[in-house]
């Protein structure tokens, strides 16, 4: 199955500042790749799909990049809503797969 | 507005059975793939199984594949889990989920899930 790597696994930041959080692939996905914010006690919500499409209703801070086995999700400018947990996950072969989340965090 | 309501969840002994169904609403149903995911206490998320929009093609994570079988009735607006030889690392909050297209293209809509535990 295609193993994901988050880094890093907790990012500590203010509010206001830019997010980077990169997600790696043992083995080229294309551009199957989606990112998913989830919070505390809630389902996760899908924020990109196909590495750089936001999903309908997602805020323009939120951006996706990259393709083979480097991707990237940025998020311009930390809103307080914006401190979660996000996971990647690929649709490129079966199994589905997701990475470890990467936990974004109040500085 | 899309509804996805989760059912079935609940306390079982390792190595018995559990079906777990979902309620979709809002939609189109026949027109979208369907998904069940977990996770299980404190750790990431792990898709479970995924079923086409025709409910014929149908995939599974490895650590399910032979135990559980993912089934929607389209005349009901209705999926399915049915989960068998359950263990004690099944134990987790079950979420089934729309996805934006009619297999796997990304799960856009979520229930709330439905906790599943498995002890002894």
């Known amino acids: 199955e295609i193993v994901l790597t988050q880094s890093p696994a907790t990012l500590s930041l203010s509010p206001g500042e830019r997010a980077t959080l990169s997600c790696g692939a043992s083995q080229s996905l294309g551009s199957y790749l989606a990112w998913y914010q989830q919070k505390p006690g809630q389902a996760p919500r899908l924020l990109i799909y196909?590495?750089?499409n936001r999903a309908t209703g997602i805020p323009a801070r939120f951006s996706g990049s990259g393709s083979g086995t480097d991707f990237t999700l940025t998020i311009s400018s930390l809103e307080p809503e914006d401190f979660a947990v996000y996971y990647c996950?690929?649709?490129?072969?079966?199994?589905?797969?997701f990475g470890g989340g990467t936990k974004v965090e109040i500085k | 507005q899309v509804q996805l309501v989760e059912s079935g969840g609940g306390v079982v002994q390792p190595g018995w059975s559990l079906r777990l169904s979902c309620a979709a609403s809002g939609f189109t149903f026949s027109s979208y793939g369907m998904h069940w995911f977990r996770q299980a206490p404190g750790k990431g998320l792990e898709w479970v199984a995924v079923v086409r929009n025709n409910g014929i093609n149908k995939y599974y994570g490895d650590s399910v594949k032979g135990r559980f079988t993912i089934s929607r009735d389209n005349s009901k607006n209705t999926l399915n889990l049915e989960m068998n030889n359950l263990r004690t690392e099944d134990t987790a909050v079950y979420y089934c989920a729309k996805d934006r297209g009619t297999e796997a293209y990304g799960a856009l809509n979520w229930g709330q899930g439905t906790l599943v535990t498995v002890s002894s």
């Open positions: 996950q690929q649709r490129s072969d079966w199994p589905l797969t």
């Open positions: 196909d590495a750089s």
